[in-house]
């Protein structure tokens, strides 16, 4: 298995685009968790679905996030409009049982 | 609910001497334990985890962990540092009935040569 991929690596957008992340868990995983990390606050857990259930979203930040899970092998983490404050590098894992498997991050910069 | 505190932001050692990243931990409930390591611009690796088994628990790389529920402490140590080993660790706790984690603020481990 290739592990959790994430596109894209690197967004640039401005500031009121949309902006939409990619993960795709590492086949058989029944959680998925997408988190936010930047300096200030360190490691945030947004959302984190179960079976591609959202179980608790209360980590994202506004109306502006959403995030969805179509099926066991995709999800989406959606920014609109965006704002500066929401750059940041975002991180998408998977888990079965006890371990969680990370993916590369996408790094978000909106001007 | 569940967190964790990583009692310092900043380790600094020299090559060859012992590591310690502190970490307590508060849940309700029996918590499963992790340390992740972040090297610069990597996601985040797990090095070892703690799931209500041994309350050594041996990782990657030479790292153990000792769960100490009377401390609420599981804290991370390393015989001998080495220079690969600089990079950011997490200390992570998980409720068993819930399975969200939540991740502390970070260590950032200097090695000096």
């Known amino acids: 298995d290739a592990g959790v991929i994430q596109s894209p690596r690197h967004e640039v957008t401005e500031m009121g685009q949309e902006v939409t992340l990619r993960c795709k868990p590492i086949?058989?995983?029944?959680?998925l968790f997408w988190y936010r990390q930047t300096m200030m606050r360190g490691l945030e857990l947004l959302i984190y679905?179960?079976?591609?259930?959202?179980?608790?979203d209360s980590g994202m930040p506004e109306d502006r996030f959403s995030a969805k899970m179509p099926n066991a092998s995709f999800s989406t983490l959606k920014i609109q409009p965006s704002e500066p404050r929401d750059s940041a590098v975002y991180f998408c894992?998977?888990?079965?049982?006890?371990?969680?498997?990370f993916g590369q991050g996408t790094r978000l910069t909106v001007v | 609910a569940q967190s964790v505190t990583q009692l310092d932001s900043h380790v600094s050692v020299s090559e060859g001497t012992p590591v310690l990243l502190r970490c307590n931990y508060s849940?309700?409930?029996?918590?499963?334990l992790f340390w992740y390591v972040q090297h610069p611009n990597k996601g985040l690796q797990l090095l070892l985890k703690?799931?209500?088994?041994?309350?050594l628990v041996k990782g990657i790389n030479g790292f153990e962990a000792e769960f100490k529920k009377s401390e609420t402490s599981f804290h991370l140590t390393k015989p001998s540092a080495h220079m690969s080993d600089a990079a950011e660790y997490f200390c992570?706790?998980?409720?068993?009935?819930?399975?969200?984690?939540?991740f502390g603020a970070g260590t950032r481990l200097t090695v000096k040569p």
């Open positions: 894992a998977s888990r079965v049982v006890s371990e969680a498997f």
């Open positions: 086949s058989g995983h029944d959680y």
């Open positions: 679905f179960n079976n591609n259930v959202p179980i608790d």
């Open positions: 849940s309700s409930y029996s918590p499963s």
């Open positions: 703690y799931t209500s088994a041994a309350t």
């Open positions: 992570v706790v998980s409720a068993n009935n819930n399975n969200d984690m939540r």
